[in-house]
């Protein structure tokens, strides 16, 4: 490893300020990067990371405070600006054109690909870089036809072709499954050799361990810690960010599971090829596997998204095969989508109004025919507090909240219906470790209180945390189904790869 | 025959020049219902131009100005105010029709009667050899030169949009402003430059009216076919082709409703010209779902 006596750095960044409205998203925050070294950029869920990302980019003009890349002062500039300095950025939200293919995409704003596009010559370097990298991309394919996994593999590919100096990660592996997070790594070395320097955010300590040389921590805007990975532990660096000890989750005891609550039998949709599972109250079934293998077909078939071409979806007895989405609610499913933007939130509508969505017609979201604008802020207030949904109140439009506060929206408003059965598809996805314990503890609460729980994740860990029960979807159905006292990880790497996509 | 598709390709020119630079607005984010305006504004100033400057080039020249100033207007207050797309356009429209109205009168030396300008049409510019063909001789390549250049203008258009790095900014701003910026694009500037080139554009197409069909200004003398125009480059399915073809149909049906009517077919004309519009409405809604908006129209950008 080398040492921080080098040089000076490649990028400075002194006293950056940051408001929005009464909050305070970048205190007075210095940050220093150098070249070949990876800084980890760590912190609970609105801390100020992507907000001091975005001011670094360009996206954000900063109050104040000032920055220098490349010995050069970077000032009232624009993502142009950034980019022609030699900076690239992986956004946590995808700033992709849906609507446009790989290699449009690709093109989009890279000089390289000529005023007058060489779409073939684009073409062929995305399909050499993706094999060389293994990402596996189709240049022609559109990008609105891509799961989450694929998308996030062009914006990393994006990044890595333009060649830039300073890299910029915003929650890059929360879309992707182990493999492709090893494969990523492994890309981030191969960088930090050449010598480009890394900004890396996660919030999966084990990632950080693993590649970063140190870590930087925020907290409400302020940085809280610096140190180097060298030597620290998980919890050291877990307690620097939540500024308390954070206890292993517990393992979850196991209870004799009540009647069936959900039963799923021989489902087939496009994408899914026959699942069938009974699911018991006091019950969490986990479902593994490498995304892209029907989790969203399974997920949104339950919840009534997608018409189901055969089989049979009872709850509680009830056939609820063809029933609308709406009366699957009524019926006392919740469902949490792992697309926060455009499946999970409306993200131009106030929190207090994304909380009230599903039971908008009952109290104390209404008085008789009538929304009642006071008992819905209440209620948002009552839940924020609860679980932590830090905003500046609640009618602030949800998409200006942090990721992770986003997801936290969508957690309260479906675990507060005391549902029957609840599906969750990437229900951590961008929460920090404290939240994350918090949301498993809740879950495992639901399950105590008699509900069933479907938790489909892409994070092994986090399914084998939680799970009575282990299945793995492969190729559209399930590979395998085990108690969690008898799974054995190999057994399951090879039902997640023996028929993986 | 052929004289009635060399009406339909004569009703179509106008359509097309107004379809081609609503294509620009729409694909860039902004909904094109000025595009009466600007074509009115462009038959109006290419008429002045052509009278006071002696020539049709200056005709031209002013019309591409006339209708970049209503696109101005429209850029500004819509984009850059960050307006309703629908009333600034409907509203552009009004300001058009009064605005020239009213100018034609100065022009007259500010009596209460219009100027009354009479301007030698365009004539066609047959193209050696090729203009002999038998039947698409006389059809393709015997036209008025504004004719072709709206031809030019869906090559040169469909080149544009899908092989330059302007094109593709200028479609990733209609799709996701915010994406387009973090990609490196300006989706301010774009839509501003976007809205004023389809008010340029439309403008040629209401040239094409006053210098190469009618040969003078009447007030409002655009008469709706703004709008036939937009529901074209939606049929079109906001391609620049697309919306050729698609002006070609309402052009043919144009025609053959001025055909019934020399026939003195008892049909009224009222109903015969509620066809363009028929047709767009059935075609739309046969092409329903794919008949997909560019994803962020009509949305206004972020500070
Ligand atoms: N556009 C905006 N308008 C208003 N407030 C904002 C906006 N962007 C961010 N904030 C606020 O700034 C604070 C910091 O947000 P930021 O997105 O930087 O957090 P983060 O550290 O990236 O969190 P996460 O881990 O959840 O992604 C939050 O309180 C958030 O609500
Ligand atoms: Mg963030």
Redesign the interface.
Known sequence: MPDATVASPLLEMRGIVRSFGAVRANDGIDLDVQAGRILGLLGENGSGKSTLMKVL?G?LPPDAGSIVFRGRPLAGH???AA?AAGIA?I?QH???????TVV?NV???W?E?????R?AAMAARVREASRRFGLDLDPDAPVASLPLGRRQRVEILKAILRDAQLLILDEPTSNLAPSEVAGLLAILRRLRAEGRGIVFITHKMPEVLEVCDEVVVLRAGRVAGRTPVAGASPQQLAEMMVGRSVAAAPAPAAQAPGAVRLSVQGLTAPGLSGVTFALCGGEILGVAGVDGNGQIELAETLAGLRRARGGRITLDGRDITHASAAARVAAGLAYMPADRAHTALVRSMSVAENLMLRDSARPPYARGALLSPAGRRGRARTLMGEYDIRAAGPDTPAGRLSGGNQQKIVVARELDRRPAVLVAHQATWGLDPGATRFVLDRMLALRDGGAAVLYISSELEEVLAIGDRIAVLADGGFAGVVARAAADLPQIGLWMAGRAA | MTEFLAAAIRIATPLLLAALGGILSERAGVFAVGLEGMMLAGAFAATIGAWAGGSAAAGIGLALAGGAVIGLAVAVVAVRWRADNMVTGLAANILALGLTSYLLRVAAGGGGRPASIHLPLLGPWPIPVLADLPVVGKLLFAQPPLTYLALLGCVAFTLFLGRTQAGLALCATGENPEAAFAAGADPLRVRMLAVIACGAVAGLGGAVLSLQQVGTFTDGMTGGRGYLALASLIVGRWTPFGAAAACLVFGAAEAFELRLQTFGVPVSSYIVQMAPYLIALAVLAVLGRSARLPAAIGRPLEQ
Do not use: K, S
Request: proline share 8%.
């Open positions: 980019f996206m624009r993502p142009a980019m950025m956004h995808f700033m992709l054109i849906d609507a446009m449009d093109m989009l704003g000089p690909a000529g005023r007058v596009l779409r």
